[in-house]
T-cell receptor, first 112, second 113 residues
Framework: QKEVEQDPGPLSVPEGAIVSLNCTYS??????FMWYRQYSRKGPELLMY????GNKEDGRFTAQVDKSSKYISLFIRDSQPSDSATYLC????????????FGKGTMLLVSP | DAGVTQSPTHLIKTRGQQVTLRCSPK?????VSWYQQALGQGPQFIFQ???????QRGNFPDRFSGHQFPNYSSELNVNALLLGDSALYLC????????????FGPGTRLTVT
């Protein structure tokens, strides 16, 4: 079992839809949870990070972490064609030397 | 404020050759990590440098080595290239103590033929 599991998609939605992207993980030591957006042939762009369980909102994006279920989500409201990209979840055990463990990424396609 | 920069953008090498990739971190960042991203996969951690020392290393062979300079910039060296080393190599930088806030460069796409 991989440490971080993420459905590769693609996930196709119409413009304006609410998108839900998810990851599960097995390492209970993970405390920091990040979401990155990666456009084709580009480097990942940090969207949001959260610490421990709870919700965090930033504009059209909401991140949720449920540590009891080892499950994290990213919701995108009012999705736009420009949101079409691969979304990567990443996790780390601490804020110091700990490294990032990534999921495979979910490809999102938002059609006009 | 320039973000993380990497050079070169693309590189084509032959099996058995050696390659050096370069990274300049975001202003104010002192910790640099390198990741390998194969097609269709998430980035895999190679190693991390802080204060010019390798602090953490992922599951990569000794053919992968690195260096960090006093200005925090970094190099990734790969010796005896294999076809399987073809990937996007990503550099990420952060401030020490803020491991959750890593910023990535655009990557160097390495093709080994």
């Amino acid at each position: 079992q991989k440490e971080v599991e993420q459905d590769p998609g693609p996930l196709s939605v119409p413009e304006g839809a609410i998108v839900s992207l998810n990851c599960t993980y097995s390492n209970s030591a993970f405390q920091y949870f990040m979401w990155y957006r990666q456009y084709s042939r580009k480097g990942p762009e940090l969207l949001m990070y959260t610490y421990s369980s709870g919700n965090k909102e930033d504009g059209r994006f909401t991140a949720q972490v449920d540590k009891s279920s080892k499950y994290i989500s990213l919701f995108i409201r009012d999705s736009q064609p420009s949101d079409s990209a691969t979304y990567l979840c990443a996790m780390s055990e601490n804020s110091g030397y700990s490294t990032l463990t990534f999921g495979k990424g979910t490809m999102l396609l938002v059609s006009p | 404020d320039a973000g993380v920069t990497q050079s070169p953008t693309h590189l084509i090498k032959t099996r058995g050759q050696q390659v050096t990739l370069r990274c300049s971190p975001k202003s104010g960042h002192d910790t640099v990590s390198w990741y390998q991203q194969a097609l269709g996969q998430g980035p895999q951690f190679i190693f991390q440098y802080y204060e010019e020392e390798e602090r953490q290393r992922g599951n990569f062979p000794d053919r992968f080595s690195g260096h960090q300079f006093p200005n925090y910039s970094s190099e990734l060296n790969v010796n005896a290239l294999l076809l399987g080393d073809s990937a996007l190599y990503l550099c990420a930088s952060r401030r020490s103590g803020r491991g959750y806030e890593q910023y990535f460069g655009p990557g160097t796409r390495l093709t080994v033929t």
